[in-house]
């Protein structure tokens, strides 16, 4: 795949192809990252958008306060969020069901608060971030940042199926069915919580890291926009939250349909779309488009 | 049902024919995002309907070189991280000929990288020092402005026609707010004026008269407002309820919305007094060849497209975007965009909003944004705005109507 990536990054001459890959991307590695605690562990975070924005913001300071390099960049971003989604997780995941998600909320507004009042990253009124000299194998910096985005999608994912398949992602699933009964049974059930709140942060951190190189422009609206949270929960349910499959299926089928509904019918109608879709997966098929191919096997 | 059948038949001949007849023509492409939904959408529709018209009254002139020239328009939803690949799209799959800028500064500045990265003209549409930190030189303003800075120079201007020594800032913490109140700040000293009152506050406050009452206690002379559409409401709302007290002599400044006709409707006589900034209002100095005409016909159709009724801001300088890519083509008879920025950036642009030059960076180079007096508004009347006498123009000298009143006069 990263090979194939490359390739492109050579052959394919129209630039539109690379951002709206990064942004499919992009959304790969946000939905799977929130499966990782909404799926696999039922804890529904709407606060996407806050950790991807702490990640970009990291870097925006990074890139402002001391000159660092992109790797140092990534590498904070997913520090920071990862940081932060321990923390959150220590604190907020005694909270069950809607009182999580409410808290969730909440911390996005705080941070964003945070950061209008940030003089460093530009407050309220944004900041331009200058894109750096293409590295010597690309002839522009968006195709650089999209073969890297293909490397974070693939780590992500490869994460997000280690963890599924590994004794995390039972004790994950147990405590998702049951969480007194799992814990009864001996599953550390807040070390799994804790856990996978880092790490579903990390990631969406990951997500975030890269974004104000690809934008040039940072301001707080965007960058802590509601799509961002709406997107990354709705992307793992129409593709199927109970495995690492169905976000990416999900990211790459809505993520591809708002890209191009965006510039063809335009207007809000891409919110309307993602939207639209969600009610009909959450009513006709709870289970996501896996779901549908599964039941389609067995029929 | 056989006639049917040949109808339907000569339809999709027909529609299939409609394309290629296009192609053969071959039109100009003039490629632009522009806010049609969020909170920028009304200034945006109002924007594209003058863009509109100037694009049927160039087609019905022949077109541009000989080709019809068509609009490739896509909405960016007020939302700065669509454009980047909103405009992308436009140079490398619409294969633009010409590009606008979208509508605002926070929506132009993530486009700016990429011209300059493509090295693409870009017309400008009502930013504010979008192309200060970029400097590319083939980016090209509308508005009638060149710098915050400058256009706290004309505000300061007046303060020391009225004798006023002290100054209270009250300033929205966002791009275009803080750009101007800093230009403010910076421009006391040269005045003499002492500043006894400086506050910024988040975009969306909508509860002002706390800080009106704190800054009513300070006595200020002048107070100066930076704010967008909604706060600016609320700020008049406030002012009326609070009011600021009888040492103010003059109010307002760069609020945002005060041009719109829906807010001059609703807010009425509650507008009496203040001083805000403006690009064009129907006063005789402003009575530039073509531009009521231009407004007769947008008016005409302003209704039907749901957008600003009046049309007084933005809606002559977005016709003037047309005319200026209009001016270049047909004076260079290119689309090279190497050749049409070196003829913007050496002629003269005529358009209905006014003649001017470009500076160095893109902008006027000699700014005329005017600074505008409500008097003798009545409530709940579209109408009283259509003619002159109620937004005087107070400065700069060159386009002045009438002497500034004190605020504290008026509104006693």
Same mark, same amino acid.
């Given at each position: 795949m990263l090979g194939a990536a490359l390739l492109l990054g050579q052959w394919v001459t129209n630039e539109y192809f690379f951002f709206a890959g990064y942004v499919v991307l992009q959304f790969v590695v946000l939905a799977t990252a929130w499966n990782i605690l909404g799926g696999y562990a039922g804890y529904v975070n709407f606060g996407s958008g806050a950790f991807f924005a702490a990640g970009a913001y990291t870097s925006v300071a990074l890139i402002k306060g001391f000159g660092a390099p992109l790797f140092v960049q990534v590498l904070c971003a997913m520090l920071v969020t990862a940081l932060m989604g321990g923390l959150i997780g220590a604190m907020t995941l005694r909270l069950r069901g809607i009182f999580f998600s409410i808290a969730t909320v909440a911390i996005a507004v705080i941070l964003e608060t945070v950061v209008m009042n940030w003089?460093?990253?530009?407050?309220?009124?944004g900041i331009t971030v200058l894109q750096p000299e293409a590295p010597a194998w690309f002839t522009s910096y968006n195709r650089f940042l999209f073969v890297l985005m293909v490397i974070f999608a693939i780590a992500a994912v490869t994460a997000a199926r280690y963890i599924e398949r590994s004794w995390i992602g039972r004790g994950l699933r147990a405590l998702r069915d049951n969480e007194e009964a799992a814990e009864s049974l001996g599953v550390p059930t807040m070390k799994l919580k804790v856990f996978s709140a880092a790490a579903s942060g990390a990631l969406m951190g990951l997500a975030g890291s890269t974004f104000p190189l690809y934008m040039s422009f940072i301001e707080p609206t965007s960058a802590f926009s509601l799509n961002y949270a709406v997107s990354a929960l709705a992307m793992p349910i129409i593709g199927g939250t109970s495995s690492w499959l169905g976000p990416v299926i999900g990211a790459l089928l809505l993520g591809s349909v708002q890209q191009i509904v965006t510039v063809t019918i335009s207007s809000e109608l891409n919110v309307l779309v993602v939207g639209g879709l969600l009610v009909f997966f959450v009513v006709a098929a709870p289970q996501g488009i896996l779901g549908l191919l599964r039941r389609g096997e067995r029929q | 049902m056989i006639l049917n059948r040949v109808q339907a038949c000569l339809a999709l001949a027909a529609s299939l024919a409609m394309p290629a007849l296009g192609n053969a023509q071959n039109p100009i492409r003039v490629g632009l995002s522009i806010a049609q939904? =969020?909170?920028l959408s009304g200034a945006g529709k109002s924007g594209l309907l003058a863009l509109q018209i100037w694009r049927d009254d160039v087609n019905a002139k022949g077109g541009l070189l000989g080709r019809p020239v068509e609009l490739v328009v896509y909405d960016d939803q007020s939302n700065p991280s669509t454009t980047p690949g909103i405009y992308t799209k436009l140079v490398d799959v619409d294969k633009a000929d010409l590009l606008i800028a979208p509508y605002g500064t926070n929506l132009t500045a993530p486009v700016m990288p990429l011209v300059k990265q493509r090295d693409l003209l870009l017309m400008g549409n009502f930013s504010l020092d979008a192309n200060a930190q970029i400097k590319h030189d083939k980016y090209f303003n509308n508005a009638p402005w060149s710098s915050a800075k400058a256009m706290a120079q004309a505000y300061l201007a007046l303060t020391g026609q009225l004798g006023v020594k002290t100054i209270a800032i009250l300033a929205a913490d966002a791009e275009f707010a803080q750009t101007i109140a800093g230009g403010v700040r910076q421009g006391l000293k040269e005045r003499g004026l002492e500043s006894v009152y400086d506050q910024n506050y988040p975009p969306n406050t909508v509860d002002f008269s706390s800080m009106l009452r704190a800054l009513r206690a300070k006595k200020p002379e002048a107070v100066f407002v930076a704010s967008y559409p909604s706060d600016s409401a609320a700020i008049i709302r406030a002012l009326n309820e609070t009011g600021v007290g009888s040492s103010v002599k003059i109010f307002g400044g760069a609020m945002v919305g005060l041009q719109y006709t829906t807010l001059m409707e609703s807010l009425g006589s509650m507008l009496n007094g203040v001083v805000n900034f403006h690009a064009? #209002?129907?006063?005789?100095?402003?009575?530039?060849? =073509?531009v009521r005409d231009f407004l007769a016909r947008y008016q005409a159709k302003a209704k039907d497209a749901n957008v600003?009724?009046?049309?007084?801001?933005i809606p002559p300088f977005d016709y003037a975007i047309g005319q200026i890519l209009a001016q270049a083509v047909n004076a260079t008879k290119s689309l090279d965009n190497k050749v049409l920025a070196k003829y913007l950036r050496e002629n003269e642009m005529k358009t209905i909003a006014g003649n001017f030059r470009y500076g160095p960076t893109g902008e006027?180079?000699?700014?005329? #944004?005017i600074f505008v007096q409500f008097q003798d508004v009545l409530d709940?009347?579209?109408?009283?705005?259509?003619?002159? =006498?109620?937004? #005087?123009? #107070? =400065?700069?000298?060159?386009?002045?109507?009438a002497p500034v009143r004190p605020f504290s006069e008026i509104r006693r």
């Open positions: 003089g460093l990253v530009g407050g309220a009124r | 939904t =969020g909170p064009w #209002v129907p006063e005789r100095t402003m009575d530039f060849p =073509g600003d009724a009046l049309g007084f801001y006027w180079a000699s700014p005329r #944004v709940k009347n579209t109408d009283q705005f259509r003619s002159a =006498g109620k937004q #005087v123009i #107070v =400065g700069p000298a060159a386009y002045k109507t």
